[in-house]
């Protein structure tokens, strides 16, 4: 069974940047498309981006467009969010998944999940 391991959350300021990272346990999904979502306190866990397999292809959530960026590093089985101009409104868990087919916002189209890393943003 893969695992996903999420890191780098943490407590930040309105206006910083805060990275997040994913990393697989095998090499079972180098070739899954990996996305990040995040559910906040009292709300349904919500698309944030994509990357598919190869890593040229990616896709945002209007929320972050433009303020978040997503990578991945096949060679050493990992995914990052970079995350800048972070507001209050990020607060939430950040969970990366990884899935095969369907549309990469849905939730139920990611076989594998992290534990989810917790991102506060807050003066």
């Known amino acids: 069974q893969v695992q996903l391991v999420d890191s780098g959350g943490g407590l930040v300021q309105p206006g910083e940047s805060l990275t997040l990272s994913c990393a697989a346990s095998d090499r079972t999904v180098v070739n899954y498309r990996i996305a990040w979502f995040r559910q906040a306190p009292g709300q349904e866990r919500e698309f944030v981006a994509w990357i598919t397999g190869g890593g040229v292809g990616t896709f945002y959530a209007d929320s972050v467009k433009g303020r978040f960026t997503i990578s991945r590093d096949s060679a050493k089985n990992t995914a990052s969010l970079r995350m800048n101009n972070l507001n209050p409104e990020d607060t939430a868990v950040y969970y990366c998944?990884?899935?095969?087919?369907?549309?990469?916002?849905?939730?139920?189209?990611?076989?594998?999940w992290g534990q989810g890393t917790q991102v506060t943003v807050s003066s």
């Open positions: 998944a990884a899935g095969l087919l369907g549309d990469g916002r849905m939730l139920r189209n990611y076989r594998y």
